[in-house]
């Protein structure tokens, strides 16, 4: 164990411990008060219209809602918008293959925690649920990332703020049911799992070099620099944030080795997400593509605690993938074998998102007009019109 130590730098056990029974103060107390005084109905309605980021806030939402979003929309002090703009730049460049990257390491590194992943069965069995999880977090990090996304005209901040809410209602009715073990599982939803989570789309860039994928430490440093900023809208604490892209990645370190166990949830979990994902690449024959990715991208602890299959022939496939996407030396060019190669398997999947059902309703998705250019997907209205 000691030899693991320094890779988690300041991040001991004695530090992390105390956010694992510590909510959101701010969005707490606003759920709390919204079900006090029966205002449910209104803040349903929010949510399901609020869609833009303006500056201005419904005047018939209730007080403490209207207070939240007024004081929770501001950039911290620390933001710097040049490293956001240049952490967008590199999604917009890469943002292909970072989708993929979020469904085929970042989701699965979630699923491999497991008491985090105990929330995500207790609420709604949303293992059943993979569909809209799916639309949810691509939606978001579409929202965020897009070029402008956080500023004043952008869909971010309000998304973030619109998450902060529902995680502070996953605390509200999971923490008064009698069977959750707190003292087993800590708060829901609690801030380490919320900052873990964080850094499983922070730190994509690092999962991608592992398919030859090109970016200079600068841009991996932007990317990070844009999460912590959305960390910040999300309300994580100040205190547990990393600083820079380093103390992210040892505190990553800390929460694998914390964290990363075997359960029935995160199987269950990671089968249902593995089932969908299949469902989006043509035909059976390329089934295993899809065990083989998260294989290739997640390490073997991570992999053994979610039950990951062993993979077939498909693995084979993951050298020449290396290879090719590290052809073209022009990697700001979209149009080159790399980008092509490795965006192959995520267009399926955002296409598809356009007209997919969660929970018996149709759930709009958004890829914005800039991301449409950059990475060559047909809009909607452009489908139905070929």
């Known amino acids: 164990m000691s030899s693991e130590l320094p890779s988690r730098g300041r991040w001991t056990d004695a530090v992390l411990d105390p956010f694992r029974a510590m909510g959101e103060p701010l969005a707490?107390?606003?759920?709390?008060?919204?079900?006090?005084?029966?205002?449910?109905?209104?803040?349903?309605?929010?949510?399901?219209?609020?869609?833009?980021?303006?500056?201005?806030?419904?005047?018939?939402?209730p007080d403490a809602l209207e207070d939240y979003l007024n004081q929770t929309d501001d950039w911290p002090a620390w933001a710097d918008p040049v490293k956001v703009q240049l952490g967008q730049n590199l999604f917009q460049r890469y943002g292909m293959q970072m989708t993929l990257a979020y469904f085929t390491w970042s989701l699965p590194c979630c699923y491999a925690w497991a008491k985090a992943a105990k929330v995500l069965t207790w609420t709604n069995g949303i293992d059943k649920h993979v569909h809209r999880r799916i639309i949810e977090t691509a939606q978001f990090v579409l929202d965020v990332m897009t070029e402008g996304g956080l500023g004043p005209q952008g869909f971010g901040v309000r998304t973030a703020q619109k998450i902060r809410l529902l995680h502070a209602t996953i605390r509200y009715h999971v923490g008064k049911d009698p069977k959750w073990q707190a003292s087993e599982y800590g708060t829901p939803a609690n801030q380490e799992d919320h900052v873990a989570t964080l850094l499983t789309l922070a730190l994509v860039p690092k999962a991608l070099t592992k398919l030859g994928l090109d970016f200079t430490r600068e841009e991996e440093d932007a990317y990070f620099h844009c999460w912590r900023v959305i960390g910040h809208f999300l309300g994580i604490h100040q205190d547990l944030l990393p600083r820079d892209l380093e103390?992210?990645?040892?505190?990553?370190?800390?929460?694998?080795?914390?964290?990363?166990?075997?359960?029935?949830?995160?199987?269950?979990?990671?089968?249902?997400?593995?089932?969908?994902?299949?469902?989006?690449i043509p035909g059976t024959l390329m089934d295993g593509v899809v065990v083989s990715t998260m294989r290739e991208l997640c390490s073997e602890a991570v992999s053994e605690a979610i039950g990951l299959e062993k993979?077939?022939?498909?693995?084979?496939?993951?050298?020449?993938?290396?290879?090719?996407?590290?052809l073209s030396d022009e990697a700001q060019d979209q149009s080159n074998m790399a980008a092509?190669?490795?965006?192959?398997?995520?267009?399926?999947?955002?296409?598809?998102?356009?007209?997919?059902?969660?929970?018996?309703?149709?759930v709009t998705f958004r890829i914005p007009?800039?991301?449409?250019?950059?990475?060559?997907?047909?809009?909607?209205e452009e489908k139905k019109a070929g």
């Not at 869609?51 to 201005?56: A, F, P, Y």
């Not at 007009?369 to 909607?380: D, G, I, R, T, V």
């Open 340 to 362: 092509k190669v490795s965006a192959s398997l995520s267009r399926k999947l955002l296409e598809s998102l356009h007209s997919s059902e969660a929970g018996g309703g149709r």
């Open 28 to 61: 707490d107390a606003v759920i709390q008060q919204v079900f006090a005084n029966n205002e449910v109905d209104a803040v349903n309605q929010m949510m399901r219209s609020l869609h833009s980021n303006t500056h201005l806030v419904p005047a018939e939402l």
């Open 311 to 326: 993979t077939d022939w498909t693995r084979h496939l993951m050298g020449p993938m290396r290879w090719m996407f590290a």
């Open 247 to 280: 103390d992210a990645e040892h505190l990553w370190e800390a929460i694998q080795q914390r964290q990363v166990r075997h359960s029935e949830d995160g199987v269950a979990l990671t089968k249902a997400l593995v089932d969908y994902l299949k469902l989006r």
């Open 369 to 380: 007009k800039s991301l449409q250019e950059s990475w060559n997907l047909a809009s909607a």
